[in-house]
C-alpha cells in the first residue's frame, strides 16, 4: 500500500520560516519524482516545486529564491524549506509522487501566514 504522509505544517508569521516533509512508503521512491503542491479555496492547485529522481528542481516563479526543495532518498523523504512567508503563501500543501503513469498524492497539510 501506498503512503505519503506529510507534516510539519502550521502557523507563521508573515517573514516567518517553516519546512513541509513527506514520507513515502511503498513505493520505489528513488525513481519517482517528488513535487510539493498547493490549494487554497476555490482555486486549481497549483505545483510548487518539483525535484526529479536526478535530483534537478523547478519552482514556480512566486516561489523563488524563498523556497527550496530536497530530497533524502535513504530516508524516502522529501522536505519543502519555505522561506519568508507570505500570507499569499496560505494553503493547504500535498506532496505528489510520479514516476511514468503512477502518481500518488498526500493528505496534504495546512500552512498558514498571518499575524
Known amino acids: 500500500q501506498v503512503q505519503l504522509v506529510e507534516s510539519g505544517g502550521g502557523l507563521v508569521q508573515p517573514g516567518g520560516s517553516l519546512s513541509v516533509s513527506c514520507t513515502a512508503s511503498?513505493?520505489?521512491?528513488?525513481?519517482?519524482?517528488m513535487g510539493w503542491y498547493r490549494q487554497v479555496p476555490g482555486k486549481q492547485r497549483e505545483l510548487v516545486a518539483l525535484?526529479?529522481?536526478?535530483?534537478?528542481?523547478n519552482y514556480v516563479d512566486s516561489v523563488k529564491g524563498r523556497f527550496t526543495i530536497s530530497r533524502d532518498n535513504a530516508k524516502n523523504t522529501v522536505i519543502l524549506q519555505m522561506n519568508s512567508l507570505k500570507s499569499e503563501d496560505t494553503a493547504v500543501y500535498y506532496c505528489?509522487?510520479?514516476?511514468?503513469?503512477?502518481?500518488?498524492w498526500g493528505q496534504g497539510t495546512q500552512v498558514t501566514v498571518s499575524s
Open positions: 525535484i526529479t529522481r536526478g535530483g534537478n528542481t
Open positions: 511503498g513505493i520505489m521512491f528513488r525513481m519517482f519524482s
Open positions: 505528489n509522487a510520479a514516476f511514468l503513469s503512477e502518481v500518488y
